[in-house]
């Protein structure tokens, strides 16, 4: 876990906002999460001052704090945020459940957890399992027979699995009601709902 830096600031963005939502991602990681959603901002040419996004290096719960703050921040400079997603890992985390209960009581958030771990989204891309996971050291073993080069701060994550974003969807939507039915989240994720999302952002 890395210390938020200055960077993570948004008081000093000075863009100018497009006549569509405001959205705030906060991410677990400083560097895997906020690289794929910047690749995926570009790629679908929404601005920066429409989709703000941090990668904090903070345990689930801390993330929502650190989201219930740059909320406030800018709901004072008088431009709030229509939706706000808090991305992060279940892994071994003690206060996943904790963060998962804060952000059900929040009226304009939404969570976006990986179980075990943010890999299994990109894994999806290639290949549909439901196998499950003992921590994301396991995951990541997994990701790399079909990603060899995969390191978590590759600034190009999302272009090496552009192609494939549709597949990745489907098979988190599969994923996600094959666990409900067997009663389990080892492995899922909700970054499909973060995707259709953003890719939805411009439609009136």
Known sequence: ????????????????????????????????????????????????????????????????????????????????????????????????????????ARKNYEAIPSVPAFEYWLLLHFRYTTSPYQDASELVRDLKKHLPDYEKNDATIFGKLQDKLETAKENAARSLEDRSQAKTDNPSTKVHILVEALQGIKQP
Do not use: W
Request: charged share 35%.
């Open 1 to 104: 876990m890395g210390k938020r830096t200055q960077g993570n600031s948004l008081t000093r963005r000075q863009y100018v906002r497009e006549p569509y939502d405001k959205v705030l991602i906060v991410c677990e990681g400083e560097k895997t999460e906020p690289n794929y959603f910047k690749g995926l901002k570009n790629h679908l040419r929404l601005k920066t001052a429409n989709v703000a996004i941090v990668g904090e290096g903070a345990t689930p719960a801390k993330i929502v704090e650190r989201a219930k703050e740059l909320e406030k921040q800018e709901k004072e400079r008088g431009d709030p945020f229509d939706t706000i997603f808090c991305v992060f890992d279940k892994d071994r985390h003690t206060d996943y459940e904790k963060a998962l209960g804060q952000l059900k």
